[in-house]
């Protein structure tokens, strides 16, 4: 089973700054298979990237993904006030299908 | 407009059974496949289930198989889970969800709904 671990757990940043957010595996992840979610407070979580690094429907471009075999990124590259949040990245597995979701990484205001 | 409904939750004894409901709209509904994930209070998402989208498959995450059941009825636009054996580290929001290419990721989540799991 693929383990994934994000850091920081916890992001103090004040907004316009820039956010980077890791997200590593303990094996190579398919870029095909890894996404993020934003999850605000009493939200439900929303899609941001899927395939690593294309965008969802309607996600501003100040979120990037990027990140290859075991070490992934989320870049917001000036902060919103929407945007501190709670943040995971996921993996699929195939064989077995499964979904398997990192701890998280909060965004606080510094 | 996509809406993903949930319903069905509430307080069930350990070892008792619960089904929950998810009634879907704005979307058709029979082309997508299904997923249920789940948050424990103040915890991070775990993956619960996965079913295709005419119900021929189904996959479970490890602390639910043998227990949970994910079905659909896509003439009533509506995903399933039936749970058995209820245990107390099953307390936890759960979320029905659109499954995104090759069930790969969460393409739109429901709100959820609240199962506490106590005697």
């Known amino acids: 089973e693929i383990v994934l671990t994000q850091s920081p757990g916890i992001l103090s940043l004040s907004p316009g700054e820039r956010a980077t957010l890791s997200c590593r595996a303990s094996q190579s992840v398919s870029s095909s298979y890894l996404a993020w979610y934003q999850q605000a407070p009493g939200q439900a979580p929303r899609l941001l990237i899927y395939g690593a690094s294309s965008r969802a429907t309607g996600i501003p471009d100040r979120f990037s993904g990027s990140g290859s075999g075991t070490d992934f990124t989320l870049t917001i590259s000036r902060l919103e006030p929407e945007d501190f949040a709670v943040y995971y990245c996921q993996q699929y597995s195939s064989s077995p299908p499964a979904l398997t979701f990192g701890g998280g990484t909060k965004v606080e205001i510094k | 407009q996509v809406q993903l409904v949930e319903s069905g939750g509430g307080v069930v004894q350990p070892g008792r059974s619960l089904r929950l409901s998810c009634a879907a709209s704005g979307l058709t509904f029979s082309s997508h496949g299904m997923h249920w994930v789940r948050q424990a209070p103040g915890k991070g998402l775990e993956w619960v289930a996965v079913?295709?989208?005419?119900?021929?498959?189904?996959y479970y995450g490890d602390s639910v198989k043998g227990r949970f059941t994910i079905s659909r009825d896509n003439s009533k636009n509506t995903l399933y889970l039936q749970m058995n054996s209820l245990r107390t580290e099953d307390t936890a929001v759960y979320s029905c969800a659109i499954a995104g290419s090759g069930h790969s990721y969460v393409y739109y989540w429901g709100q959820g709904t609240l199962v506490t799991v106590s005697s």
């Open positions: 079913i295709s989208y005419d119900g021929s498959n189904q």
